[in-house]
């Protein structure tokens, strides 16, 4: 690509924008129209969007709505617009009207309207934001403006104000390091895959599956200039990216005299390289990327900047502790992340690394609040202590520092030993999903109780809101679509009441029966905090099947849930009359039955590894054979999902305007799902119960696995794990390459596939 000049690249970019009409500040402006909020409707309800009359009132200091209807129509008064469509959305959805959903919708407005008397509805947090860092490369690479604009659609339903908006930064990124001197050699080098950009934008990983299309970075421009322009029009509060510290390696070997330390190899990619914030090199490029920001896609308030994300500050003044520093998900809080080191020095360190990063952004932008991800604080207590962080936030002011606080689900407490971060304003939230990988799990009566529980206490500090932050969508919506209503002032309510709603919004009708069994559901399934599995002796994986197989996964502990009442729960699910014609009740359904399938298979393998070393290879061979038909007839089932393998692929293809593009995306699609990248723990990260994979991925996996131990078995060599491993990371890696198509095979009758599945695992669990 040729090399452009700063001037030309950043005036063009603006002249096209200008021209789409798409360059407007992005930091929330007071919408004083209801012209977007209407739009969402339509979008959803379609001409029945007309009986939903829309009053825009900004009087009130906290986010509110009030529905009132006599009967042929509803008028939703709200400060917002996202309070307006959220007013609307629940209003619709307590009706039975409308349900919103990543796995479909469902829109029957009745002829007539239930009467509403106005009351007022209000938030009991200023804000709500959405997303994790991670998203933008687990799920949204390869989205088109279609589907952003359904999700941002989905926000405003949900009540979303403030979501992060990292889309489109490669391409200012691109402009900077250009201005301050590496070609595009070098940059092509630099830039990590589509679906890596996250773990690239962190500082974890450089260059890895580059180079990048110069495309997908223009695409991406595009698209974040769409995004952010929607955002505006909703009267959202958007988080933009910062310049947190990484610089390419090529800028570093520019620069020797700076003070830029080579950090740990994070997972087993390479090192990167971190600018210490006393250089003032990091003050001119942290200036130069918000100015630079600005002038391509307009004004913002809140930069996000983590500068340790999974990495750890060095302590000593030529970086040297960080270079061998342990750190990971798979090793959080564990022996192997303890480091020992002078607390005086430490303390003065991190105070002076916090106050650079906040000059960096305030000298750009002065009324910036510099926002940052609290999960090291919660990842890392060993070093991160309550004076370690109480130091790292001592010398930025009150008001100009936000932390998303958003791991209560598996590491709380962080707020109440840190005394409210020093009174900083802070956001409270979950993270619930990692990897996009998908068990069926959450915890309906934590959030609610656990919510209720903050909302009491006195000593929350500057608390600004609540967030639920997914590294991943398209699971799980149940759990997303509670704790939004939680964030909107239904904490009150039961758990069995909101369920009520719920699904009579969902499916369009309730019974008893239909409340018993997604009750006996919701204590099976929706009862578990964190999915333990999935980090199980830093091997990732959802379940058992989804893990790159080794020997000593006879081990195996289990999984969290109730297993006797998901059976009892998929039987009286499978049971009812009158709801096989809902398209959302039959994917509900054979998700719950995939996940318990998933589990009894899991059972097969260990009992089938376990026969195998006893050398009882005629059970062994029993075993096999079950988890052959079990994965055959899962994956056939999951065809009628919507995501599949062959989903993804057709994604990545489609975002490809030459078959060299679409190759290399398809490429990146596939390696994000299975191998990761890197020689640490991260392969099967975002393992997926998917079409596809169950069969095409998993199932030979373990089939080689069983197939060496029963040779061992059978008089044969003894099994070499070191061997077989290095062996099948080849076949992965060949498979991960290979040209081949997936095409979705969807099974005509599904619930009844679902039943013959259920019939095949026998008595009741």
């Not at 007013?87 to 029957?108: F, P």
């Not at 009359?577 to 097969?604: C, N, P, Q, T």
Request: hydrophobic share 40%; proline share 5%.
């Amino acid at each position: 690509m040729p090399a452009l000049s700063r001037r030309t690249f950043l005036s063009t970019s603006m002249a096209t924008a200008t021209a789409l009409g798409l360059m407007m500040p992005v930091a929330r402006a007071e919408a004083t129209t209801t012209s977007a909020a209407e739009g969402v409707l339509r979008r959803l309800l379609g001409r029945e969007a007309a009986r939903v009359r829309l009053t825009l009132d900004a009087s009130g200091t906290t986010p509110w709505y009030a529905a009132k209807s006599t009967g042929a129509s509803v008028t939703i008064a709200g400060n917002s617009p996202v309070a307006l469509t959220h007013g609307a959305y629940s209003y619709l959805k307590s009706a039975g009207a409308a349900n919103l959903s990543w796995e479909g919708n469902r829109v029957a407005l009745p002829t007539r309207l239930p009467n509403a008397s106005g009351t007022k509805v209000e938030s009991p947090f200023a804000h709500r934001v959405y997303m994790n860092t991670c998203t933008f490369g687990y799920t949204t690479p390869f989205w088109d403006w279609a589907r952003w604009e359904r999700e941002l659609d989905w926000m405003a339903l949900h009540g979303i104000d403030m979501p992060l908006a990292m889309e489109g930064q490669e391409y200012v990124w691109q402009a900077l390091w250009r201005e301050l001197g590496l070609n595009d050699a070098e940059l092509s080098d630099y830039f990590s895959g589509p679906a890596f950009t996250p773990w690239h934008r962190m500082g974890n990983i450089e260059g890895y599956l580059a180079p990048v299309p110069q495309a997908w970075i223009q695409k991406k421009h595009k698209l974040q200039s769409r995004i952010l322009g929607r955002m505006k029009e909703l009267g959202m509060t958007p988080i933009l990216p910062a310049f947190g510290g990484y610089v390419p390696k090529a800028f570093a070997q520019k620069h020797p005299q700076a003070r830029i330390y080579p950090m740990r190899p994070w997972e087993g990619f390479h090192e990167t390289y971190w600018l210490d914030p006393a250089d003032p090199l990091f003050a001119k490029i942290a200036a130069r990327f918000i100015a630079l920001y600005t002038e391509t896609y307009g004004e913002g308030r809140y930069y996000l900047a983590d500068s340790f994300n999974e990495m750890l500050p060095p302590i000593s003044h030529d970086g040297s502790d960080v270079k061998n520093a342990k750190y990971g998900d798979s090793t959080a809080n564990t022996k192997e992340t303890e480091t020992v080191v002078d607390p005086a020095v430490k303390a003065e360190r991190l105070a002076a690394y916090g106050k650079a990063i906040y000059d960096s952004i305030r000298q750009a932008r002065p009324d910036a609040v510099w926002t940052m991800q609290g999960w090291l604080f919660g990842a890392d207590k060993h070093f991160w202590t309550p004076d370690a962080i109480g130091a790292f936030l001592r010398d930025v002011p009150q008001d100009k520092l936000m932390i998303l606080d958003i791991g209560n689900d598996r590491y709380p407490g962080v707020w109440q030993s840190s005394n409210a971060f020093q009174g900083k304003p802070w956001i409270y939230g979950y993270v619930h999903n990692y990897g996009a990988s998908n068990p069926v799990y959450g915890d309906l009566g934590f959030y609610r109780d656990d919510i209720r529980g903050l909302l009491a206490r006195k000593d929350t500090g500057d608390l600004k809101g609540f967030g639920l932050f997914p590294e991943g969508l398209h699971n799980n919506s149940i759990v997303y679509e509670y704790a939004y209503d939680l964030a909107w002032g239904q904490a009150n309510q039961t758990v069995t009441e909101w369920l009520t709603t719920y699904l009579k919004s969902r499916y369009g009708q309730v019974t008893p029966a239909l409340i018993l069994a997604w009750s006996t559901y919701v204590e099976a399934a929706f009862s578990t905090r964190y999915w333990s599995p999935r980090w199980w002796r830093s091997k990732a994986g959802a379940y058992l099947l989804c893990k790159r197989p080794t020997a000593d996964m006879v081990e195996f502990e289990g999984h969290p849930g109730d297993r006797k009442k998901l059976r009892r729960a998929i039987d009286a699910l499978l049971s009812l009359k009158g709801f096989g014609g809902s398209a959302l009740y039959r994917h509900d359904v054979i998700d719950a039955v995939r996940h318990l399938v998933s589990e009894e298979i899991d059972d097969r393998l260990i009992a089938a590894m376990k026969a195998y070393k006893s050398g009882d290879v005629k059970t062994g061979d029993g075993l096999r054979e079950e988890v052959i038909a079990l994965v055959t007839q899962v994956d056939t089932l999951m065809g009628a999902q919507p995501d599949t393998l062959a989903s993804w692929i057709d994604e990545a293809s489609a975002y490809g305007d030459t078959s060299e593009e679409k190759a290399y995306y398809v490429m990146n699609a596939k390696a994000q799902v299975t191998v990761w990248g890197g020689k640490g723990n991260l392969n099967d990260y975002a393992s997926k119960a998917w079409q596809g994979l169950y069969k095409d991925f998993y199932l030979p996996r373990w089939m080689k696995l069983l197939a060496a131990l029963r040779a061992s078995a059978s008089g044969g060599a003894p099994f070499d794990q070191k061997t077989f491993t290095r062996e099948l990371i080849d076949w992965e890696q060949a498979w991960v390459r290979a040209d081949i198509a997936f095409k979705r095979h969807a099974p005509k009758q599904p619930l009844n596939a679902a039943r013959a599945l259920v019939a095949h695992l026998g008595a009741k669990t």
